[in-house]
Every structure is written in structure tokens, then in C-alpha cells.
């Protein structure tokens, strides 16, 4: 009895949870349509060998058998796509779950063991969890594997579309298959992964490639130097003329202290250097360097 208890005190609340279908069910019978599709392929692999010097008989035959397998490929891969959807995930959740409390419901051997009882309801719960968080990360993932076997196939499908078009001396059947068992690889988890990891690596490297370039260009020896000129006339500028610099260029838009007028002029050179100093101030731009040197010289001038 309490093992009856524990599974629906897990299970009840999973019943009220709805799933929604991959896909819809196909206006055709898959079962009939293969059927046909394989004997479409029978049939054009029959013709392509009798149709020795016929060029237009062997194309022909060439383009059936690519299609015909093309069409099982895609009826297969629509299939196992539906599979990936968070249906599958929910049946997984639950086959855990299910484990872990037949686990947890084993180790109770009498009705009076009521700590028993709640470990074991505890244990139960927490392995619900865990379940969960797993197959939530799953389905996090699917639609992007989806979307990248997706883009596998279409390039593969493209080639295979330019082919037909092509004489069977320039795309003879060999190539054909070929491309054919590619079409297939193309729509796996596998292959998706790698694509999509050569994706991230390529984002990475290239990514580390602009880092360098700008951290040289950031610390380069001339940036560096304009900021130390820029430093050396803050540095000789009073309070007054430090109030109509930071006006000039807007600084307290730009994040600049609120109490900087303030402050006294030591404390205020040194938020300014701090700031040249900051990630604000983009040392790397040369329109920003020029407009500091004009303020600064603005600042410099008698003031009415």
C-alpha cells in the first residue's frame, strides 16, 4: 500500500501535463508511400543498367533513383525529428522518475515505517528533479541541432539538384549515390554536432583573432602616449577650467561623478585620469583623441 502511495504522490501531478506532438500525422500513409518510393528505386537502377549509350533514358533513370531516395530520406528524417521533440523528453522524465521511485518504494518493507517512508518520498523527488533538469537541457538543445541538420541537408539537396540538371558522363550515378548517402548523414545528431562545433571553433578563433587585434591597437605605444598627454594637461588645468572641460564634453552624461564640482582640484584631476584610464574613454578612436584636445585647449582659454 505505501508503494501504491508513493507512485501517485509523484505520478498524479505528471498526468496533468499535456505534450504536443513533433509533427502532424501525414495526410498519406508513410508505410505505402516508402513502399512505393523503394520500388521506384528498383525500378530506375533496373533501367539505368539496360539503358547502355542512351543518354537521355540513363539521365533519366539517374534523376528517378535520386528523387525516389531523396523522398524515403525525407520521410524517415521527419520521423526521427518528431522523435527529438520535448515528447520524447517527457516520456524520458517519467521512465526516471518511475525508476527512481520503484527504487525508493522497494526499500519500504511495513506500513510503519513512517521515516522510511519519507526518505524514501524524499529520494523520490529529488531523482524527479534531476530528471527533469537533464531532459530540460535536451530540449534547450534540440531545436538548434534541428536547425543545423536542416541546414545540412539543404546544402547537401542543392548539390543534388544541380546534378540532375547535369549529363550522366559530368554526374554519373556513382557521384549520385554518393551524394545520396551524404543527404542521409546530413540529417543525424552527428553530423550536426560536428557542424555546429567547427561553428563554435571558427566563432572562437575568429573571435581571438579581433581580440588581439584590439588589444594591440588599445595598448599600442602611440595610444598610450596620447593618453598620457592628455593626463599631463589635465594635470595643469585649475578647478575652473576643469568644470568647463568636463562641460565641453558632456562627461556627466557619460557617467563622470555627480559631487565632481565639488570635490577639490586634486580629487578632480584624479577622477579624470581614472576615466582616461577606464573603458569609457575609447583610446583606440581617433575622433574621440582629437575631440579631448580640443576641449582641453578650449578649457585653456579665458573664460567670460
Given at each position: 500500500m505505501l508503494r501504491v502511495f508513493i507512485l501517485l504522490a509523484v505520478f498524479l501531478p505528471l498526468t496533468g501535463c499535456a505534450s504536443f506532438k513533433g509533427v502532424p500525422r501525414h495526410y498519406e500513409d508513410q508505410d505505402?508511400?516508402?513502399?512505393?518510393f523503394q520500388t521506384g528505386i528498383e525500378t530506375a537502377r533496373a533501367q539505368y543498367q539496360g539503358?547502355?549509350?542512351?543518354?537521355?533514358?540513363?539521365?533519366?533513370?539517374?534523376?528517378?533513383?535520386?528523387?525516389?531516395?531523396?523522398?524515403?530520406i525525407d520521410i524517415r528524417y521527419t520521423h526521427y525529428v518528431s522523435g527529438l521533440s520535448?515528447?520524447?523528453s517527457t516520456i524520458n522524465v517519467t521512465a526516471d522518475s518511475l525508476t527512481t521511485a520503484f527504487n525508493a518504494a522497494g526499500a519500504i518493507t511495513s506500513a510503519g515505517q513512517t521515516s522510511q517512508v519519507?526518505?524514501?518520498?524524499?529520494?523520490?523527488?529529488?531523482?524527479?528533479?534531476?530528471?527533469?533538469?537533464?531532459?530540460?537541457?535536451y530540449d534547450a538543445a534540440v531545436p538548434a541541432i534541428i536547425a543545423q541538420m536542416n541546414a545540412n541537408r539543404l546544402s547537401v539537396m542543392n548539390r543534388l539538384m544541380?546534378?540532375?540538371?547535369?549529363?550522366?558522363?559530368?554526374?554519373?550515378?556513382?557521384l549520385a549515390v554518393l551524394d545520396i548517402q551524404g543527404y542521409y548523414q546530413a540529417g543525424t545528431i552527428h553530423a550536426a554536432s560536428v557542424a555546429l562545433s567547427a561553428s563554435a571553433s571558427s566563432d572562437l578563433e575568429e573571435?581571438?583573432?579581433?581580440?588581439?587585434?584590439?588589444?594591440r591597437e588599445y595598448f599600442a605605444p602611440e595610444r598610450q602616449d596620447k593618453v598620457r598627454e592628455l593626463i599631463g594637461?589635465?594635470?595643469?588645468?585649475d578647478s575652473a577650467?576643469?568644470?568647463?572641460?568636463?562641460?565641453s564634453l558632456n562627461l556627466n552624461a557619460a557617467g563622470l561623478r555627480e559631487d565632481f564640482a565639488s570635490l577639490n582640484v586634486n580629487d578632480q584631476r584624479q577622477v579624470l585620469r581614472q576615466y582616461l584610464f577606464s573603458d569609457q574613454f575609447d583610446r583606440t578612436n581617433d575622433r574621440v583623441i582629437e575631440r579631448w584636445t580640443a576641449a582641453l585647449r578650449f578649457a585653456q582659454l579665458p573664460q567670460n
Open positions: 505505402g508511400a516508402l513502399a512505393r539503358a547502355v549509350g542512351n543518354e537521355a533514358t540513363l539521365r533519366q533513370a539517374r534523376n528517378d533513383l535520386i528523387f525516389n531516395s531523396m523522398a524515403i520535448s515528447e520524447n519519507l526518505s524514501a518520498l524524499s529520494a523520490t523527488i529529488s531523482g524527479t528533479r534531476d530528471a527533469i533538469d537533464k531532459h530540460a537541457l544541380a546534378g540532375s540538371q547535369l549529363s550522366t558522363s559530368e554526374y554519373p550515378l556513382s573571435a581571438q583573432k579581433e581580440s588581439v587585434v584590439l588589444q594637461v589635465v594635470n595643469g588645468l577650467q576643469l568644470l568647463v572641460l568636463t562641460q
